[in-house]
């Protein structure tokens, strides 16, 4: 099991859970998440149960992360944070959440969520010039990795995992 820490910028923590490391690369890492973790949002003061499973990639070269919800065995729904590339402290992965997501919901079209947020917290947490435009940046790489079928919208990992997925069927 690993601890997987977002931050909000520079080092703030903003919310963690837990999940077992199927895949470590020097590119990056795959997660499993099972249903019924618990997500502590210190942000909000919360504690949510995740009632679904998910696969999540945490790329240490890229400035994004992806967790696809699975259902049934298949993808049900995406969600990419535009985030600072994800680093590894012993058994905690990290990564600075820039606020902007790229979120794609079943039988739905991707959507750009939380723009305002990035524009107040780039305030609130003083965002560097540099910073804001490579969160811009990486969310129109993001989009093009998208429309292009690239690793990790290539479902792939749905056939490397196909075993892991298939135990699942959303409420183990």
């Not at 895949?23 to 019924?36: A, F, N, Q």
């Not at 790489?141 to 690239?150: C, D, Q, T």
Request: charged fraction near 25%; include cysteine.
């Amino acid at each position: 099991m690993i601890k997987l820490q977002a931050l909000k910028y520079p080092d703030i923590l903003h919310y963690e859970w837990e999940g077992e490391c199927l895949e470590r690369t020097d590119d990056g890492m795959l997660v499993w998440c099972k249903p019924g973790r618990k997500l502590v949002h210190h942000t909000k003061n919360k504690v949510y149960v995740m009632d679904r499973p998910s696969l999540e990639y945490f790329s240490f070269t890229e400035w994004f992360t992806a967790a696809m919800q699975i259902e049934n065995g298949q993808i049900a729904s995406y969600y990419c944070n535009v985030a600072m590339p994800a680093t590894v402290h012993g058994n905690v992965v990290r990564f600075v959440d820039l606020d902007l997501d790229l979120v794609k919901k079943a039988e739905s079209d991707w959507q750009v969520v939380d723009e305002d947020e990035f524009r107040d917290n780039s305030v609130t947490y003083q965002y560097p010039e540099e910073l804001i435009h490579q969160a811009v940046s990486s969310l129109d790489s993001l989009r093009l990795k998208i429309a292009n079928g690239e690793f990790p919208f290539d479902e792939t990992l749905l056939r490397k995992y196909v075993e892991v997925v298939s135990q699942s069927n959303g409420n183990e």
